[in-house]
């Protein structure tokens, strides 16, 4: 990762679970105005399960109106893993992921 551009940097937050400071990176699409378009704190509001999210990725790759991207955030220090395992773990045990709640 410390090969590639940092495209956002900021908080994720999912109350009672964990907090921490992260880093995104870009994967796949068009990030020109990512940094702009996130805000200082993305907040989880809830779970979904995976199979409804690809259901609807499916219906947008045909979209000609609707732009996708895909960003992978990591850690932006070592002390921040702690927290961001933690709400790693709390998806993956439920097998859910998570839905922003940010408008």
């Not at 990030?31 to 690809?54: A, C, M, N, Q």
């Not at 990591?74 to 790693?88: C, F, G, R």
């Amino acid at each position: 990762l410390s090969r590639l551009n940092t495209i956002w940097k900021g908080f994720i937050n999912m109350q009672s679970v964990a907090k921490f400071v992260t880093k995104a990176y870009p994967v796949s699409g068009c990030f020109d105005y990512l940094s702009e378009d996130l805000p200082d704190t993305i907040h989880i509001g809830g779970r979904i399960s995976p199979k409804t999210v690809w259901d609807y990725v499916g219906k947008l790759k045909s979209s000609l109106s609707k732009e996708l991207c895909l960003i992978r955030f990591h850690p932006a220090t070592e002390e921040e893993e702690v927290a961001y395992i933690s709400l790693y773990s709390y998806f993956s045990s439920r097998g859910r992921f998570g839905v922003v709640a940010n408008n």
